[in-house]
C-alpha cells in the first residue's frame, strides 16, 4: 500500500512538471500579439528609413520630389548661410507721459467737458 502511494506521488509530480514544461514552449495571446507589434514596428521603421535616405516621387502629377533629409538639411543651410542680417535700426521709444501730481484732483468742470456734457 505504502509503495502504491509512493508511485501515485511520483506520477503525479512527474505529470504536473511534464505540464509546467510544454507550458513554457506555448505561445500565448500576449505573446503572440508582442511578436506581430514588433515586426509592424520593424516594417514601420525600414519604411521610414526608405523615405528619409532615397528620392522618391511625393505627387508625380503635380512634379513633387522627396530628397533624402541629408540632402535637404544641406540645401537649407546653404540657403541660410546665403542671406545677410540686415543692419538694425534705432530703437524708437515713445516720449514719456505727463503724469499727474499726486496731490492734484481734477476739476470738475474738466471732466463734464470730457464726458459731453
Do not use: C
Request: net charge neutral; aromatic share 2%; proline share 9%.
Amino acid at each position: 500500500m505504502v509503495i502504491t502511494s509512493v508511485v501515485m506521488i511520483l506520477l503525479f509530480v512527474g505529470l504536473v512538471a511534464l505540464l509546467v514544461e510544454q507550458r513554457k514552449h506555448v505561445q500565448t495571446h500576449d505573446e503572440a500579439q508582442k511578436e506581430q507589434r514588433l515586426k509592424n514596428l520593424a516594417e514601420l521603421n525600414a519604411e521610414n528609413e526608405k523615405i528619409l535616405t532615397q528620392y522618391h516621387w511625393v505627387d508625380k502629377a503635380k512634379g513633387v520630389v522627396g530628397i533624402p533629409i541629408d540632402r535637404a538639411m544641406n540645401l537649407v543651410l546653404t540657403e541660410l548661410q546665403s542671406i545677410q542680417p540686415h543692419a538694425a535700426g534705432p530703437i524708437a521709444t515713445p516720449p514719456p507721459a505727463a503724469s499727474p501730481s499726486p496731490g492734484a484732483s481734477p476739476t470738475p468742470a474738466a471732466g463734464a467737458k470730457s464726458a459731453g456734457l
